[in-house]
T-cell receptor, first 114, second 112 residues
Framework: EPEVTQTPSHQVTQMGQEVILRCVPISNHLYFYWYRQILGQKVEFLVSFYNNEISEKSEIFDDQFSVERPDGSNFTLKIRSTKLEDSAMYFC????????????FGPGTRLTVL | AQSVTQLGSHVSVSEGALVLLRCNYSSSVPPYLFWYVQYPNQGLQLLLKYTSAATLVKGINGFEAEFKKSETSFHLTKPSAHMSDAAEYFCAVSARDDKIIFGKGTRLHILP
């Protein structure tokens, strides 16, 4: 069964450094999402992406964040200058046709900012 | 705006006993409702979803949930717990054509 994959599984970085989290959505899906989950807290929506542009973003998704689909398979989340509070599990998800479809989640990348 | 409240961050049940995980929602429009499960070191997996058809929704692994508009609830149940059900369960809500809002999650522990 096709699945969403994410790399790396765990990323440790120093505060102020840039990180790129990578996701490979399911191949025929058109809508892509990033969520994050700070330890012990709820899963929070960050951004949705369709047709090579952001369709919606939350207040968390400030200028430090950016997303890109650099080729036909990868979907990346970049944090330009990491802060301690960016430490979280980041999940990528994809759907064939938008929010009302079942979202398929990747296993997540745990980001630790020191 | 939509929101979800899950009652109980941890629930323990004995193997073979009834599983009941509680979820109440708030939505200004008819909602879509979801239950997701997260096993250790894995991503979120959809258990079931309600999209305004039957109010009793059956999902994978023997789970089901009932949409009760009058109570704004969408509780998850399973008649007989199995050790493999130990995981974190997330209730979620969305308005149509809108992002999913997750609850804080309930960790289910199964006692032998």
């Amino acid at each position: 069964e096709p699945e969403v994959t994410q790399t790396p599984s765990h990323q440790v970085t120093q505060m102020g450094q840039e990180v790129i989290l990578r996701c490979v959505p399911i191949s025929n899906h058109l809508y892509f999402y990033w969520y994050r989950q700070i330890l012990g807290q709820k899963v929070e929506f960050l951004v949705s992406f369709y047709n090579n542009e952001i369709s919606e973003k939350s207040e968390i998704f400030d200028d430090q964040f950016s997303v890109e689909r650099p080729d036909g398979s990868n979907f990346t989340l970049k944090i330009r200058s990491t802060k301690l509070e960016d430490s979280a599990m980041y999940f990528c998800a994809s759907t064939p046709q938008g929010y009302t479809d079942t979202q398929y989640f990747g296993p997540g990348t745990r980001l630790t900012v020191l | 705006a939509q929101s979800v409240t899950q009652l109980g961050s941890h629930v323990s049940v004995s193997e073979g006993a009834l599983v009941l995980l509680r979820c109440n929602y708030s939505s200004s429009v008819p909602p879509y409702l979801f239950w997701y499960v997260q096993y250790p070191n894995q991503g979120l997996q959809l258990l079931l979803k309600y999209t305004s058809a039957a109010t009793l929704v059956k999902g994978i692994n023997g789970f089901e949930a009932e949409f009760k508009k009058s109570e704004t609830s969408f509780h998850l149940t399973k008649p007989s717990a199995h050790m493999s059900d130990a995981a974190e369960y997330f209730c979620a809500v969305s308005a149509r054509d809108d992002k999913i809002i997750f609850g804080k999650g309930t960790r289910l522990h199964i006692l032998p």
